[in-house]
C-alpha cells in the first residue's frame, strides 16, 4: 500500500464534539470569529469569537491538540522566550465540551519574579444554525443582548426571534476583579515566581429557560449521558490486530471514531450521529446503518439506533415535512433555521430507504443477538413502517417502490443517492420524479425477508410465510423489469415513465448486499462493479467515468463513498466474489492509510489511482469523521471473514478468505448471542486460511454462503 502525506479534511479545522455539542477552531485552538468556527449547542453557535490577549498582545499558539474525545489542549507563548530577559510564560488553553463550554486559561511563569498581567477576552455569539455558519449564508438573525451581570461575573447573550429564545451565560471564574466593557472581559492575573495563575470561562447555553450545565474542567470523561455511552462503547468494541498495520490502524481509528459521536439520547444513547461538523443530528438511515456495518465491532450501537427511529415515526399527513403515518424520520435538527420553520428539518421524513432499513437492522440484530425480547418490543414499530410501505411507498401500485417529494424545501431524491442531481439518464439528464430507483427494490426485498423471520419468530410464523412469498415475487418483478443485459448490470432506476434509467451506477453493490441478483448474474455485475470506468482503485464511483454527467468531486455523479464499500464487500462477499473483494478492501484501506489517523472522510474523488493522482482527493464539504464512513471498515473485515451470526442457532458461520496483503487478523471480543469469542485467521501458502476460535461456547462453522456455493456449482 503507497503513502503520501497525511491529509486532513478540511485542514484548517479542529473538532471537538459531546452529544449535541460541538466546539469548532482553528488549527492553533482559537475561535477567530470565521465560519465555522465557534461553540455550538443543539446547532446553534453560541460562541462565534473569543479573542485573547495578555497585556496588549495576542499569544502564539505553538501545539494544540485534541484531547480524549471531548477536550482540547492548546499551549501558547507569551514572548519570545529565547531571548533574555525573558518572561518565560506560556499559556495553558484547555477546553471541555458537554452540554456547555469550561475553558480554563492558565498562564504558567518560569521566572524568578512575579508578573502581573491583564487577560482580555473579546466575546460574540450570533446564534447562527449550523448549516448558516457552514455556508455563510444567513437565512435568520437578529440583534443579540448583551447584559453584565458584575455580581455574578456573568455575561449573558440573548437572541429571540419570532418565539424563538435562546442565550448564552458566559461565567468568569478569577482571584481579581472582573470588568466588562466594549464587548470584552478584563481580568487581571497574578502570577508568582515559578508559578501560574488562572481564569476560568464558563459558557452554559440556555435555551427555552432550560440552561445546560458546562462539563467539569477533566480530561477524563466527565460522566455526562454522551461521555458514558463513548465508554460503554469503548468496553464493548472489538479489538482488531494485524501484521498489516494499515488494516490494524484503520480499526482503530474507526472505532475510536465510534465511541466519539453518540447523541446519547436517553432512547439511544450509544446511536451515532451521522458525522461532524454537517450531520450534528438525528439522521435515521445514517444512524441505523452505521450501526448495523458496525455490528463485528459490538451490537449496542444498533440496539439503540432501531430505538431512537422507533420513537420517531410519522404521525400524520403533513406535507412540509414529508410526514405520513408510520415512516421513519429522516432527519432532525435543533437549529434556529429549524426551530423557526424556514426548513421543514427540525422533523423531516423525507427518505424511502429508512423504513425497509429498519426492517433489515431489525433482522440483523436478532441474527447477532437472538435478543427475542427486544424484537418484540420494536415489532410494532416495525408493523408501523411495513404499512406505511404497503400505503404510501408504491402509490401506483405497479410492484416497485417510487419515491416523490411534495414539501417545496425537501430533498428531489429520497433514496440512498439524495442529492439533487443523483438520479440522471443515460444523456445526463435529471431524471423527474417519481422514481424507482433499484437500491430501493432491493431494500424492500431484504426488508421482506428479514421481517419474516422476526416475526416468525416473535410467534407470527403464517405472517413471515407470506412476506416470503411477497419478496420472491419482487425478485421476480425486479429482474425483468432492471437488469440490462447489454451492460451486465441493473438500470439505476425506473424513470415516471417506467422506462429504464440506464445509467452505470453502484447501486448494484447494494444489490448484491441484499441477495436480490440471481447467483448466475452476480460474477457479471461483480466484473461491472470493478471495470475500469467503475472502480476508482480506491473504491467503486457513484456513476461511471464514461457517463455524461460524470464528475470526479460531485456527491453523488461519480465520487466514491466509503460507506458503499462497506455494503459492497459484504455483497461481494455474499456472492463468494473474492478477487473483486480483494481489489476493493486494498483500494479502500490503501485510501485510509492517506489520511491523518487513517481516518477515511465521508466522499472521496473519484479521480483514477494512477501515477497522475497518487492521491484521491475530497468531495469539498465532506464529514469528517463520519459514521457510516468508520464502520465501513468494520463492514470490509467482516466481509474479508464471510461472517454470519446465527445467534438463536449458537452458531457463527465463517467463510474466510485473506488476500496477500493481508496475512492475519486476530479479533479479541466478537459478540454473538450475548457470548464473546476470539478469533485468530492466518493465510497460509497457496491462499488457504487457517481458523482458531477461543471463549464462550458457541460453535464457529466453516462454511460458505448459499449464494457463494452455488456459485461455485455453476463455475465447475
Known sequence: MSRVRDLRVRPDLLYVAS???TLVTDVRGRITGADPQGFFADNTR?????????????????????????????????????????????????????????????VVSYTPTPLELELRVHLAADFADTSEAETGRRAQSGPVDARWNPRDRELRLTYRRGGLDRAVAIGVRADAPVRYLDDTLVVGIAVPPR????????????????RLAAPPATFAEPGDGASLARARLARELTRLGSSNFDVTAAWRCAVDDLTVLPLGEPAGPTAPMAGLPIYQEIFGRDTMTASWQALLAGPTMLADSLRLNARHLGRRVDDWRDEEPGKPL??????????????????????????????????????????????????????RALDWIDRYGDLDRDGFLEYHCRSRAGLKNQGWKDSDTAIVDEHGEVVPNPIASSELQAYWYAALRHAAVVFAAAGHPAFGARLVRRAAALRRRFHRAFWMPDQGCHAMALGPDKRQVRSVNSNDGHLLATGIVPTRLAPLVADRLLATDMFSGWGVRTLSSTHPAYDPFSYHRGSVWPVEAGTIGLGLARYGCWAHLHRLAEGMFAAAALFAEHR???????????????????????????????????????????????????????????????????????????????????????????????????AVVRRPTLQAASARRHRT
Open 195 to 210: 508559578g501560574s495563575g488562572r481564569v476560568e470561562l464558563v459558557v452554559e447555553p440556555v435555551f427555552d429557560g432550560r
Open 600 to 698: 477515511l472522510p465521508e466522499v472521496l474523488s473519484g479521480l483514477p489511482r494512477d501515477d497522475a493522482h497518487p492521491h484521491p482527493g475530497v468531495y469539498p464539504n465532506s464529514c469528517s469523521p463520519q459514521a457510516w464512513s468508520a464502520s465501513a471498515v468494520v463492514a470490509l473485515i467482516q466481509a474479508l471473514l464471510a461472517l454470519r451470526p446465527a445467534a438463536p442457532l449458537r452458531t457463527i458461520f465463517v467463510d474466510p478468505h485473506l488476500p496477500e496483503w493481508l496475512p492475519d487478523l486476530v479479533l479479541e471480543g466478537v459478540q454473538v448471542g450475548g457470548r464473546t469469542v476470539d478469533l485468530t485467521v492466518r493465510r497460509g501458502r497457496g491462499g488457504r486460511t487457517s481458523l482458531r476460535a477461543r471463549g464462550d461456547r458457541i
Open 19 to 21: 452529544g449535541w455539542s
Open 330 to 383: 429522516h432527519e432532525a435538527r435543533r437549529g434556529p433555521v429549524s426551530a423557526l420553520g424556514l426548513d421543514p428539518f427540525s422533523g423531516y421524513y423525507g427518505d424511502w430507504s429508512t423504513a425497509p432499513d429498519f426492517l433489515i437492522f431489525l433482522g440483523q440484530f436478532f441474527a447477532w443477538t437472538g435478543d427475542l425480547d427486544t424484537v418484540r418490543d420494536l415489532l410494532p414499530a416495525a408493523r
Open 46 to 106: 453560541v460562541l462565534s469569537v473569543e479573542r485573547l490577549t495578555v497585556d496588549g498582545r495576542e499569544p502564539v499558539p505553538f501545539s494544540t491538540a485534541n484531547v480524549a474525545g471531548h477536550a482540547q489542549l492548546s499551549y501558547a507563548a507569551l514572548d519570545d522566550g529565547d531571548t533574555l530577559p525573558s518572561r518565560a510564560a506560556y499559556l495553558l488553553v484547555e477546553r471541555f465540551v458537554g452540554e456547555g463550554l469550561r475553558t480554563r486559561l492558565t
